[in-house]
């Protein structure tokens, strides 16, 4: 079993846990439900730079990556710095996150807020919209056609932008539908957790221009991101590369400063 296998058999028994004590109607009934949200894709079209600024505990692969900055100020941090959107991991057993790393986030800033999390069932989708998620991401490598097709489509009944992640050729021929927004290449190989641009560059002819294209992982430097642009890129993932420095709104602040020039 890889560790993607792992998570994800852990996550149908954490939602079935929690379907059992939250009900849909109270999710439906939060303040945050009603919320207008606010289109990552369309941010990421109009934008010179494109970042997408994660915040991230800890990861599987990494261990600790930074357990002490507030994610108030690093929300705070990336809206001044000017990135198109924030990504939150919500996952606590393997990356230290949290629903309400999601709502603090909300309650300190305006733009588009992604949940990250491992979505295998609506109830996560009816849960990003309750504490005030505008994208959520689906991974292809975990999900068949038909629960990508049931997935993006409740998503966007919710007015949820869907960001889709996929690994290589096999997986993104899977998913390509109209109910996606965004379509994300992750640069790491889940099998040797390596990680090389070149897939972005590879899958960027197969993906139809009516979806923005995000490179995810790995982008650690101003260079990566204009190596990439010229393949139709219009979004950056970027995490750790802030978040293991003291004060990640700082150094997004000085990157995105750099990325303009």
Same mark, same amino acid.
């Given at each position: 079993?890889?560790?993607?296998?792992?998570?994800?058999?852990?996550?149908?028994? #954490?939602?079935?846990?929690?379907?059992?004590?939250?009900?849909?109607?109270?999710?439906?009934? *939060?303040?945050?439900?009603?919320?207008?949200?606010?289109?990552?894709?369309?941010?990421?079209?109009?934008?010179?730079?494109?970042?997408?600024?994660?915040?991230?505990?800890?990861?599987?692969?990494?261990?600790?990556?930074?357990?002490?900055?507030?994610?108030?100020?690093?929300?705070?941090?990336?809206?001044?710095?000017?990135?198109?959107?924030?990504?939150?991991?919500?996952?606590?057993?393997?990356?230290?996150?949290?629903?309400?790393?999601?709502? $603090?986030?909300?309650?300190?800033?305006?733009?588009?807020?992604?949940?990250?999390?491992?979505?295998?069932?609506?109830?996560?989708?009816?849960?990003?919209?309750?504490?005030?998620?505008?994208?959520?991401?689906?991974?292809?490598?975990?999900?068949?056609?038909?629960?990508?097709?049931?997935? *993006?489509?409740?998503?966007?009944?919710?007015?949820?932008?869907?960001?889709? #992640?996929?690994?290589?050729?096999? #997986?993104?021929?899977?998913?390509?539908?109209?109910?996606?927004?965004?379509?994300?290449?992750?640069?790491?190989?889940?099998?040797?957790?390596?990680?090389?641009?070149?897939? *972005?560059?590879? $899958?960027?002819?197969?993906?139809?221009?009516?979806?923005?294209?995000?490179?995810?992982?790995?982008?650690?430097?101003?260079?990566?991101? &204009?190596?990439?642009?010229?393949?139709?890129?219009?979004?950056?993932?970027?995490? #750790?590369?802030?978040? &293991?420095?003291?004060?990640?709104?700082?150094?997004?602040?000085?990157?995105?400063?750099? $990325?303009?020039?």
């Amino acid at each position: 079993m890889n560790i993607l296998d792992k998570i994800i058999a852990d996550k149908y028994k #954490e939602v079935a846990l929690k379907k059992n004590l939250i009900p849909v109607k109270q999710l439906e009934n *939060s303040v945050l439900f009603t919320r207008e949200t606010v289109s990552l894709a369309s941010q990421l079209q109009n934008s010179p730079t494109g970042i997408i600024a994660e915040h991230k505990r800890r990861s599987p692969s990494k261990a600790v990556i930074n357990q002490k900055v507030s994610i108030q100020d690093v929300a705070q941090g990336y809206e001044t710095a000017g990135a198109c959107g924030m990504s939150v991991l919500t996952d606590g057993k393997y990356f230290g996150g949290s629903l309400d790393d999601l709502l $603090l986030a909300r309650a300190s800033s305006k733009m588009p807020l992604l949940r990250k999390e491992f979505i295998i069932d609506e109830y996560q989708l009816l849960e990003a919209k309750a504490y005030g998620a505008d994208v959520i991401l689906l991974i292809a490598a975990v999900l068949t056609r038909e629960q990508i097709k049931s997935l *993006s489509e409740f998503a966007k009944s919710l007015s949820l932008d869907v960001l889709l #992640e996929v690994h290589n050729q096999e #997986e993104l021929e899977k998913s390509i539908m109209p109910s996606l927004d965004m379509l994300g290449v992750n640069n790491r190989n889940l099998k040797t957790f390596e990680v090389s641009t070149d897939i *972005s560059k590879t $899958l960027s002819t197969q993906i139809p221009d009516d979806f923005v294209k995000v490179s995810e992982s790995g982008i650690s430097s101003i260079e990566a991101i &204009k190596d990439l642009q010229p393949y139709g890129y219009k979004g950056f993932l970027i995490g #750790e590369n802030f978040m &293991k420095t003291e004060t990640p709104g700082a150094s997004a602040i000085e990157f995105i400063k750099n $990325l303009e020039k």
